[in-house]
């Protein structure tokens, strides 16, 4: 069915998700994934499909093999 966006939540996340989500810096701040994978103790593949599936709720970005966040209220976009 269809959901309008203002009344779109965020499914719940595992406590593995909440960890990484919690550990990527927001803007300008990075974090490399091989740390992430090494914190976590999964792969970097599974640290990047993970993320994949973050990104847009929690606007995560990655760049090579770095990555960070936005803030919601997108306040940290012109931070460099």
């Known amino acids: 069915t269809y959901v309008p966006e203002k ?14 989500l919690e550990a990527i810096p ?8 091989l740390d992430l994978a090494k914190r976590f103790r999964i792969t970097p ?6 993320l994949g599936t973050l990104q847009e709720d ?3 970005f990655q760049d090579g093999n770095e990555c960070s966040r936005f803030r919601t ?8």
Request: net charge negative.
């Open 45 to 50: 593949k599974s640290v990047d499909r993970r």
């Open 73 to 80: 209220d997108l306040s940290n976009v012109d931070a460099r």
């Open 26 to 33: 927001y803007w300008p701040d990075t974090v490399d994934l």
């Open 7 to 20: 009344h779109y939540q965020c499914p719940e996340l595992s406590e593995l998700n909440t960890g990484l």
């Open 58 to 60: 929690h606007l995560i």
